[in-house]
Every structure is written in structure tokens, then in C-alpha cells.
């Protein structure tokens, strides 16, 4: 199987502090962008109203990774789904997609907000999200991730219960914990 080697081109500053399953909203944050990339690579981006990007879990470890079925955040109300199935840092390369609204632009930084990643997250890379090149169609999937995500994935982070943060290798931190 071949390996790519990918070098980050931004990190995330600010916003989110801890790994949590739910309660992203809200919270702002920066995209950095590296040095090692001239400012005219984000010329134009202030137009768009959001922005894709990709992520690395960089608080998980190799050992976290399960390639087996079960069940969503351990409930077993849910059925036993497969990695591949799963958004969280269990997959084998333990990246992730967010979308978070762009706000502003100053230099290399970006102002975002409802990105579900943690302070000092790695980006791998960024692009404006293409309204046209979104799902086509109407978009299915089973009843289970609705009932695990609403209400609370994209509540305003400040309405957190106060608890203990989760840890990656907890048995309930399943779906996206925050994805770091």
C-alpha cells in the first residue's frame, strides 16, 4: 500500500481548548497560515462565506484506531457501524473535514467560526466551499446520526455543561470528539 508523506500548511489558534464530543458552536478561532506560503495563495478567499478544510487529530494516538464495527459513541440503541462509517479519530489516518464560516482575513489569518477543532490542530489543507460541488441530490443516511448530533454537536460552545473534557480513549468519545 503506498504512503504519502503531508506537511501542514496552517494550524488553528484559539477557539476550543479541549476535546469534546458536542457543544462546537460559536467558538472562534484562527487558521494560520505557514509562513513558508506567500499571502497571494489566499487572495480572494475573503469572498466566500465558508471554507473546507482538512484536518489532522493530532491529539490521538496510532493506538486509537479500530477497525471494527460498533456502535456510535458506545450506545447501543445505535447499530454497530464500520470505521469507514465512523467521523472521528478512529479511522486509520485519523484526518477530518470541517466547514466552518469564514468571518475575516487579516494577513495569514483567517477568522473562523464553528470549526470543530482544537487549538494547535495541523491543517493539511484549505479551499472556499463550492456551494456547486456540495452533495447532489437529496442526502440519506439512517436515523442514528441525527438522534447522536442533535441538538447538542452544534450548540454554542459557551452552554458546555461544566464536566470533565473528554479523552481520546474514552469509551463514549466516538463521533468527532472535537477532532484533534
Known sequence: ???YEVKSIATVVGGHTRVQDDYQGGAESIIRLDDAYPLETLQGI???????????????????VQLHARSPRGNQNWPATGTFVHRNHRRPNQLAVSY???????????LVTDLDAVDGTPVIDLAPYFEQMGP??????????GEMLEPNYWAEASERPSERPVQWGDVGSDERPSRH
Not at 475573503?46 to 486509537?64: G, K, M, Q
Not at 466552518?100 to 483567517?110: A, I, M, S, T, Y
Not at 447532489?136 to 446520526?145: D, K, L, S, Y
Request: no cysteine.
Open 1 to 3: 500500500m503506498p504512503t
Open 46 to 64: 475573503e469572498e466566500f462565506s465558508h471554507l473546507t478544510v482538512t484536518w489532522r487529530f493530532h491529539l490521538a494516538r496510532p493506538e486509537d
Open 100 to 110: 466552518p464560516r469564514l468571518l475575516k482575513v487579516e494577513g495569514r489569518d483567517l
Open 136 to 145: 447532489r441530490g437529496p442526502v440519506r443516511q439512517p436515523a442514528w446520526p
